[in-house]
T-cell receptor, first 114, second 115 residues
């Protein structure tokens, strides 16, 4: 069974631009969560999508948004990029997002904002 | 908000020896899960072990075991017979159905294995 895939793996943008990251979950998984990892703030929860609906959201500004498609693939978008948005963005998928479900992480997208 | 604290930013261990990584957490919930994840240089997060709070028995997965002290809110990871492939960043994490099922991660412990 294929694992969680994230594209692109690396991305360089400049301040003020916007970016879209993609996450394809494991086949059959309907929950996708996104996390931001930075040296200063560590791993922080962005949001979770289940059956095309945002079910939970972390404490990030409205510039961070996401969506999920009917095939469970998810995208996250960051508008008006700031230097502080430079980070590793991880997505994780699970069957239904329940706490007893194992979450499988993707390899991440490394975003650099110049 | 739930907090997870890892007080050891870096640890080292000789190959074949045993090392213990510490983690404490703060919660008022009674239903929760605790996890240890490994993040090697490839950056892929890999589940090492998990513990359900209602289970008193400590979880074990091959060379990895935990010491779960619920009253003390402590959750340490013991790695026995350390191998070079164990070198990685280790994150302690907490999840609860009453807090949206999201992970709350500690700041991580970087483990070096010395040949």
């Amino acid at each position: 069974k294929a694992g969680v895939t994230q594209t692109p793996r690396y991305l360089i943008k400049t301040r003020g631009q916007q970016v879209t990251l993609s996450c394809s979950p494991i086949s059959g998984h309907r929950s996708v969560s996104w996390y931001q990892q930075t040296p200063g703030q560590g791993l922080q929860f962005l949001f979770e999508y289940f059956s095309e609906t945002q079910r939970n959201k972390g404490n990030f500004p409205g510039r961070f948004s996401g969506r999920q498609f009917s095939n469970s693939r998810s995208e996250m978008n960051v508008s008006t990029l700031e230097l502080g948005d430079s980070a590793l963005y991880l997505c994780a998928s699970s069957l239904n997002g329940g706490v007893s479900n194992e979450q499988f992480f993707g390899p991440g997208t490394r975003l650099t904002v110049l | 908000a739930q907090t997870v604290t890892q007080s050891q930013p870096e640890m080292s261990v000789q190959e074949a020896e045993t090392v213990t990584l510490s983690c404490t957490y703060d919660t008022s919930e009674s239903d929760y899960y605790l996890f240890w994840y490994k993040q090697p240089p490839s950056r892929q997060m890999i589940l090492v072990i998990r513990q359900e709070a209602y289970k008193q028995q400590n979880a074990t997965e091959n060379r990895f075991s935990v010491n779960f002290q619920k009253a003390a809110k402590s959750f340490s990871l013991k790695i026995s017979d350390s191998q070079l492939g164990d070198a990685a960043m280790y994150f302690c994490a907490y999840r609860s159905p009453n807090t949206g099922n999201q992970f709350y991660f500690g700041t991580g412990t970087s483990l070096t294995v010395i040949p």
